[in-house]
């Protein structure tokens, strides 16, 4: 069982940034894929940003150009770095790691 601790996020002003970090024990983190999705009120989860155990990522198209997905497979950390953030990215966002998930750590955008 892999347990995952989110941190990074909080409030932020539009065009402003962040960077989420989940780190993950209990697994050989560098033999899974990985990845962020986000869930706002109201809405379904979707995906943010995923990126294999080889370092290729794959993002969502509303955050293409403005998230960065990297992973530190030495600290079975996996990152997501925000710019240029939108009141549209406010939600919850969520760290998986193979089939476990977060807590989930909250990020609001005000307008």
């Known amino acids: 069982q892999v347990q995952l601790v989110e941190s990074g996020g909080g409030l932020v002003q539009a065009g402003g940034s962040l960077r989420l970090s989940c780190v993950a024990s209990?697994?050989?983190?560098?033999?899974?894929?990985t990845g962020w999705y986000r869930q706002a009120p109201g809405k379904q989860r979707e995906l943010v940003a995923a990126i294999t155990k080889g370092g290729i990522p794959n993002y969502g198209d509303p955050v293409k150009g403005r998230f960065t997905i990297s992973r530190d497979n030495a600290k079975s950390t996996v990152f997501l770095q925000m710019n240029d953030l939108k009141p549209e990215d406010t939600g919850v966002y969520y760290c998986?790691?193979?089939?476990?998930w977060g807590q989930g750590t909250q990020v609001t955008v005000s307008s």
């Open positions: 998986w790691v193979g089939s476990s």
């Open positions: 209990g697994s050989t983190f560098s033999d899974y894929a």
